[in-house]
């Protein structure tokens, strides 16, 4: 589905089949030289093909068409090879580009989940399912590595490129300060929430989320384009919403651990999602995500002093401070 959202920028509706987000946002921006695709889709076919139509809609040529990737995940990233020609530029934030072109630790973030509670039966089906390794980009890409503040000019619009950390590392949203316009990628949301995960050491982001909803909070916003569902205006209210909802699950995990020590794993458990079945019923990936989410909300209490945590047998267990 192609949608003009604003004057010569365009949205690409593109599905994501068998996948809880249902569909990605892929942005179209027309320029009189050159033009710019902000995020792609999943590398398959039931997303290329949709892709190339909505392209091919909108008349453009990519030979004269840059590629923008808010970030690293591959309902955003997938397509990025297939979509660049020789004369494209692909723009991403650093980390992030790391990630795509090496094809990410999963042995080490394997090791971890494991560590933390993840039945070591199941990560290998867990990972061979996640669609970061199943409908990732193929080819290695060269990025150019954005610089915090740097513009992009398309056509007559004018883009600040905008570190936002917590979703990725890498995370860039794209400011048009004169139009008060917002690509805000999976940083800002307005129906769902994006999943903040960390499975290494070292990290901290949700707390690398909350600062950024913080910075994106003191921009002047009047209309968020998101990289998923529908495009909004009442962002100071959603971030406050997101901002309460983290805090929430905070609160729900450092609750979970009055029972006593308990492994990540077991936290996610107990946790409530927004799911129409239980745990049991989870699949294998959306139990990684879980898990992932329970981490970051761990680590969060941790650096806060409210949680520690200790080894027993090979196992990280966590318990209140």
């Known amino acids: 589905m192609v949608e003009q959202i604003l004057p010569n920028i365009y949205r690409i509706v593109v599905p ?51 590629l923008f990737i808010t970030h690293m995940h591959a309902d955003h990233a997938g397509l990025v090879a297939d979509l660049a020609t020789p004369e494209s530029r692909c723009f991403i934030g650093h980390s992030d580009a790391d990630i795509i072109n090496e094809g990410g630790d999963w042995e080490e973030w394997a090791a971890y989940a494991v560590q933390n509670g993840f039945p070591a039966e199941f990560v290998e089906g867990a990972i061979r399912n996640h669609p970061g390794y199943k409908y990732a980009t193929r080819e290695p890409v060269d990025f150019i590595i954005v610089s915090e503040g740097q513009e992009l000019v398309v056509g007559d619009y004018r883009f600040t490129c905008l570190y936002t950390p917590g979703h990725t590392d890498g995370h860039v949203c794209l400011y048009e300060k004169e139009r008060r316009w917002l690509l805000s990628g999976d940083h800002l949301l307005r129906d769902i929430t994006s999943n903040i995960s960390v499975f290494e050491e070292e990290k901290n982001p949700l ?19 998101p990289g998923h569902r529908r495009v909004f205006q009442d962002y100071r209210e959603r971030i406050q919403e997101l901002q309460a909802h983290h805090q929430e699950r905070a609160e729900e995990v450092y609750a979970l651990l009055g029972q006593g020590d308990l492994d990540a794993y077991q936290i996610a458990a107990g946790m409530t999602w927004d799911m129409s ?22 680590r969060y209490l941790e650096v806060q002093g409210r949680v520690g945590r200790r080894s027993v047998a090979d196992r990280t267990v966590y318990t209140r401070h």
Not at 210 to 221: A, Q
Not at 286 to 296: H, K, M, P, S
């Open 16 to 66: 994501l089949p068998r996948n809880p987000l249902k569909a990605v946002n892929s942005y179209v921006i027309k320029g009189e030289n050159r033009n710019l695709i902000v995020d792609t889709a999943m590398n398959r076919p039931e997303c290329l093909e949709p892709l190339q139509r909505g392209l091919a809609e909108l008349a453009i040529d990519m030979q004269r068409t840059d």
């Open 277 to 298: 079945y239980g745990w049991d019923a989870f699949p294998l990936q959306q139990r990684w995500f879980a898990v992932g989410e329970a981490l970051a909300h761990l």
């Open 207 to 225: 707390q690398d989320y909350l600062t950024s909803l913080d910075r994106v909070g003191e921009l002047d916003v009047q209309l968020v384009l």
